[in-house]
Structures are given as structure tokens and as C-alpha cells.
């Protein structure tokens, strides 16, 4: 049976687009009720459309919640209408991780595992083939490991990642290229992988330390990037004829590095990012003659996306760049005319392409604004027609939410912060206000939706989410002040920072929380060691609290050494950086929420915690959700999350 029991649910949401943009820019008159909690925890309904060559089908990811909790990859057939229902998963220990689109009649998915061995947590990822109409079947298992086994030199090694697809062969459909470690353990060997059968070549085996592969746009194999795990050594190496030579070397954990992103439709053209000065910008290298050209840079800020390729020429014609003009500079006006054109009709947004078919005449564009969630329109250039395809959250109205201000905001020492400074349409100054720092650190946040920033806001929340130093894109002395630096200088920037709210007038002083997630999470355990008056409350999710137990930890995974040099490894240092070692000095109190299958930060990282203050007599509620990892990406655990957090706010807030 095709598409019955959802069959409405992209057919119906297909509408002008004109309807879209009304809704988002009514200037009628609202309540001035906020929205309801459900509207922020929901997951997004509909995510990562991709259109099939032909531009006649689609593929996305529908997180249902009736009849029950599931994320299912979908297909839609825009002329006949029909819909597919593929693969489903409940997001605990089997999820979709990626799809593509390798021919016309058939997808290749990746679905990620959750794997534990004694009390190491982590991911396996797994490789699977289906057409686009295979509802009810099993999907192809892509790598056959009872036939690759065999090479192997270790009979208990198991790859862990076998997704990692190098090049789509566009003129060979019935395979693809992937690199897997079959023979040595992370070494990848590269295979021809046959899509129906799964019967596999070997194209070239895994040697010198390459840990990463490379083909030019005409499937050859043309480049490898050797890491040493032990010392850092990178090199960038090129294959010339049947030799490899060397063409860029360095030290990832003291040097600045090279980054490759990919050859031009002439196999001598290869595109890479260096260093100019301080800042990450891209150049053209011709690998036949050496000589080198500068494409793009920006003076204050690392060029810091991919390349964009034409599928009509296969030539690299641009490249993403957040702080361009629409998030993307093009040396090829092929797809600029387009984009301005759109830019053009929807300019209260940022609208960017993210499929096309392969003629270019059928496209999928994303658009969402500070305000607005993220909407999926359909194009056809040849009809002139754009059409809105779903939106992400509709229970959101951009008219209960206000727009983000980017400001800049001086530390003590001299050293200028970027951040986004969002206050909410009801009350007036001081507000209660949210620090909300980023994960990573190695991470950095934007303008534009944000769906915990809309909720904060929606509350009646000021809100500050600042670029603190050791975020990315600002530069390579500034990204790498997070060196051995957590609750040091890092930590002093969101004190600078919630003192500058504080002087301008934004915050009120008896109302002021600070919540974050993985490193967030940390940064917010670790302002209630380091200053414990300043705010009412925090919130820690995911966070890292033991520094030292991170290295630890480590010793069971290939980074370790890259790890000791991000964190150090002075046992005494990493628990003077520790909040875990600090309980006696908070004051503040702390909601922990973590999830029990958190495959990044360690679920022990907050039971740790939890304990230390409850041992110590402080205010602390720990909340340990069921099955959850690192993204919040069961419905049941956002659900709950928020809810937690909402009561926990509203307590001290409100």
C-alpha cells in the first residue's frame, strides 16, 4: 500500500508561497499570551529534503509522534503523487543519519549505532542501499562484512565507521566509492562498492598513515591525508601518476593547518584553505605547474564553508562563507543570478540553495529568518514557480518573537567579543536574562533561528549568546585560546559579558541565569565556582564537570594525544579547572539533565556532579533522561528537558 496511512502530510502542506510570507510579515493584532511550551520542545517535523536527479522526487525525514515517536525516511513522487515510507527508527539505539540520492530510483542511508564495550560508550555507523519505492523491504547492507573480513589482519576488528562514501560515481550508477578500515585498524582501504549486491573491489589498499581520501570530479583517486596519531604530523599528499608526493605538511596540535576541500572539474585545479595572516581564506592550486592563486578571503573573520559545485558543469563555482553577503561568494554567476533574484523576493530572509536537480531547473531552497522557523520551498526556474514544501516548527508564529542584534563587547583586557542580543516583546529593561554560552567551544553561534533562543525569549527572556574566545571563524589565535584555557580566560569572557549586560542597562541583577549544553553546560557549572553571587541559577546539559576524567577517558580512543594537548594533563591543573572539585564554593542553584546513552560527554559526568552536591548540602535537581544522547533527538527527552528547565527557570525568573 503506497502513502495511505500519512498521505496528507507533504501533499497537504504544498501551497503558494505567497500564503507563507503573509503569515510571516501579518501585522495584525495578537495575543499577548506566550506560546505554549510544546511549540520550543517539539522536533522538527520535517528535515533534510533532497531532491533525485530527475528533480521529479524528493527524500526527507517526517518525526511523527502519532501514532507513536519515530523519525521515518520518506519519498515523495511529485507527479504521481505517491508516497514511500522507507526506514523508520524510535532515535534510541538505531538512528537515520544521512541519505542521499545516488540515482534516480535509488537512495544510499547511513544509520548511526549506538555500541558500548565494558563502560566505553560510542558510535558504529552502517551503510544501506534502497530504491526509492522499497516500502516494507529490507534495505541492502552495502558493506559485506563476511566477504571484506577476510583481508583483515586482525580477526576481532570490527570497522566502526562504514559510511564514509568518498565519491557518488556519477558515471558509473551502479557504485560508489568508499574508504574502510577492513585490513588495519583506522587505515582505510578504498572499495568499489557494487549498490544492488554489495560485492565490493578493491580500488587501492590503506597505507602511509592515510586517514582520509580524495577523488577528483572524475572519480580518481587523487588525493590521501596521513595523520600520526602519536605526534600530530599531518600531510596532504597527491597522488602524480603512480607516485604520491607531498604538497602540504604540518603539526595539527602546533601549527596552523591546511584544509582541502576539493579538485575543479580540471583534475589540475585543486581548491584548499590556509592561513592569510590569521585568518582561514581560500585559494586555487594548480597541481601541474604549482602555481598558487588567492579566491577569496575576509579580513576579519575565516572564510568558513565548502565549496559550491554546478551539477550541470561539475565545477566548484563558489563557497559558503557566513559573513558574505547571503552566506556565499561565487566567482561563477551560474547559480548568483538565481540566489539574488530570491534574495530579491524574500529579503526579510536567509534563503539558501540545498538541491537541485541535475539539470539545475528544479531546486530546494531553505529560508528562515531571527524570527521565522525554518521553511522548505520547492523551485522551478523553467515555470517561475516556488512553492513553500514544509515548515519545521509551524506551531511557532514569528510574531511572538523578536529579531537578534549582533553586538560587540569589550573584555578586560581589551579583547573585543562578538555575540547575538535577543530581548523579548513583553516588559521592559531590565529584563531577566539568560547567558546562553555555545557548545564545543570549538563552535560558534549565528544570527538567524534559533529554536532555545525563541523559547527563552518567548518567556519574556533577554537572552546573550556570545562568541566567546576559543569560538570558530574569528580567526586562528583566537580559535586557539581554548587551548588548555577552559575555566580560565574563557571562563572570564561570559563574566565580561554578563557584566556588559549588566551596564547596559539589559539585565536586572536579581535575575539571571546561565544555561548551556555540552561545553555550555560546563561553563555554566563552572561561573557558580568561579562567581558564585552573580547568578540566581544555572543549567547544565550534557555538560562536562571533571577535566580530569575527560583524559582519562580518553586513553581508550585514537585522540588521546590531541585530547591531553586540547585539555593539558597536569591532574592538578584539570581539577583546579574542574567545577566537579569545587562543590563547597556554589552557591547557586543547579538543574542537571543528561542523557543515559550520551556517546559524547559521559552520562557519569553529571551523575558525578549530581552527587558531589547533593553530598555537600546544595541546591541541585538532577534529571537523567531515558535512552538519551548528546542532541536531544528523542521527542519523549526534549519533551522533558524543556518541561524541567521551564519549572526550573520560572522558579527563579519569573
Known amino acids: 500500500m503506497k502513502g495511505s496511512l500519512f498521505a496528507c502530510s507533504l501533499v497537504c502542506l504544498v501551497v503558494l508561497v505567497t500564503s507563507t510570507i503573509s503569515v510571516a510579515n501579518a501585522q495584525e493584532e495578537t495575543s499577548s499570551e506566550p506560546l505554549p511550551l510544546s511549540a520550543f520542545s517539539a522536533l522538527p517535523e520535517n528535515i533534510k529534503p533532497a531532491l533525485s536527479p530527475s528533480g521529479n522526487r524528493i527524500a526527507f525525514v517526517q518525526n511523527l509522534t502519532q501514532p507513536s515517536e519515530m523519525s521515518v525516511l520518506t519519498t515523495y513522487d511529485l507527479k504521481s503523487q505517491d508516497m514511500y515510507y522507507l526506514l523508520q527508527s524510535d532515535n534510541e539505539k538505531i538512528k537515520i543519519n544521512w541519505f542521499r540520492w545516488a540515482t534516480e530510483d535509488r537512495l544510499v542511508i547511513s544509520a548511526r549505532y549506538e555500541s558500548k564495550q565494558g563502560t566505553t560508550r560510542f558510535y558504529e555507523t552502517r551503510l544501506f542501499s534502497m530504491k526509492f519505492d522499497d516500502q516494507g523491504k529490507e534495505p541492502v547492507n552495502l558493506i559485506d562484512w563476511r566477504r571484506l573480513s577476510r583481508r583483515s589482519t586482525n580477526a576481532y576488528h570490527v570497522p566502526q565507521f562504514q559510511d564514509s562514501v568518498i565519491d557518488w560515481l556519477k558515471d558509473d550508477p551502479e557504485h560508489i566509492l568508499v574508504e574502510i578500515d577492513i585490513e588495519v585498524p583506522t587505515v582505510p582501504s578504498v572499495y568499489k562498492i557494487n549498490l544492488e549486491n554489495a560485492r565490493a573491489q578493491r580500488i587501492e589498499r590503506g597505507k602511509r598513515q592515510i586517514r582520509d581520501w580524495r577523488t577528483d570530479r572524475q572519480g580518481n583517486l587523487r588525493l590521501g591525508v596521513s595523520l600520526d596519531y602519536d605526534d600530530g604530523e599531518k600531510k596532504i599528499l597527491l597522488k602524480d601518476g603512480d607516485d604520491w608526493r607531498t604538497l602540504f605538511s604540518y603539526n595539527v596540535m602546533t601549527d596552523k593547518g591546511v584544509v582541502p576541500l576539493g579538485f575543479g572539474v580540471d583534475p589540475a585545479i585543486l581548491y584548499y584553505k590556509a592561513y592569510k595572516g590569521d585568518y582561514l581564506a581560500l585559494y586555487r592550486l594548480n597541481t601541474k605547474t604549482g602555481d598558487t ?197 574563557m571562563q572570564d569572557d561570559l563574566t565580561d559579558v554578563t557584566q556588559w549586560m549588566l551596564d547596559q542597562g539589559y539585565a536586572d541583577p536579581e535575575k539571571m541565569c546561565i544555561v548551556g549544553a555540552s561545553y555550555g553546560g560546563y561553563a555554566a557549572l563552572m561561573a557558580t565556582v568561579k562567581t558564585p553571587e552573580m547568578y540566581q541559577c544555572a543549567v547544565s546539559f550534557a555538560g562536562v564537570a571533571n577535566l580530569k576524567d575527560v583524559v582519562k577517558r580518553s586513553r581508550k580512543f585514537t585522540n588521546n594525544e590531541f585530547v591531553k594537548n586540547q585539555f593539558g594533563d597536569d591532574y592538578d591543573d584539570l581539577e583546579a579547572r574542574s567545577p566537579y572539585y569545587h562543590v563547597e564554593k556554589i552557591k547557586t542553584p543547579v538543574l542537571l539533565v543528561h542523557g543515559n546513552e550520551d556517546r559524547v560527554v559521559d552520562v557519569e559526568q553529571s551523575r558525578d556532579m549530581a552527587e558531589e552536591l547533593k553530598d555537600a548540602g546544595k541546591s541541585v535537581k538532577y534529571v537523567e533522561l531515558d535512552a538519551g544522547d548528546h542532541y536531544l533527538s528523542i521527542q519523549r527527552n526534549r519533551r522533558e528537558f524543556f518541561k524541567e528547565m521551564d519549572a526550573f527557570l520560572s522558579q527563579y525568573l519569573d
Open 293 to 489: 592563486e588567492e579566491v577569496y578571503s575576509d579580513e576579519h573573520y575565516d572564510v568558513d564553508g565548502g565549496l559550491i559545485y554546478s551539477t550541470v558543469t561539475n565545477d566548484a563555482i563558489g563557497v559558503r562563507h557566513s559573513q558574505a553577503p547571503g552566506g556565499r561568494y561565487y566567482w561563477n554567476d551560474r547559480l548568483e543570478n538565481l540566489e539574488t533574484q530570491l534574495d530579491q523576493a524574500l529579503p526579510d530572509f536567509n534563503n539558501s540553495l540545498v538541491s537541485f536537480s541535475d539539470d539545475e531547473m528544479i531546486y530546494l531552497m531553505y529560508a528562515e529568518s531571527d524570527t521565522q522557523p525554518g521553511v522548505y520551498f520547492l523551485g522551478n526556474r523553467e515555470q517561475g514557480a516556488l512553492d513553500v514544501l514544509f515548515q519545521q516548527y509551524p506551531q511557532i508564529t514569528s510574531d511572538k518573537l523578536t529579531g537578534h542584534s549582533k553586538v560587540k563587547m569589550k573584555m578586560r583586557d581589551g579583547v573585543e567579543v562578538e555575540g547575538y542580543l535577543t530581548l523579548p516583546k513583553q516588559g521592559k529593561a531590565p529584563y531577566p536574562t539568560i547567558i546562553h554560552p555555545h557548545g564545543g567551544p570549538g563552535a560558534r553561534d549565528y544570527g538567524g533561528f534559533d529554536y532555545w533562543t525563541a523559547y527563552f525569549s518567548n518567556k519574556g527572556y533577554a537572552v546573550i549568546r556570545p562568541n566567546f574566545r576559543g569560538s570558530q571563524g574569528y580567526g586562528y589565535s583566537f580559535s586557539e585560546s581554548q587551548m588548555k584555557s577552559w575555566g580560565l580566560q
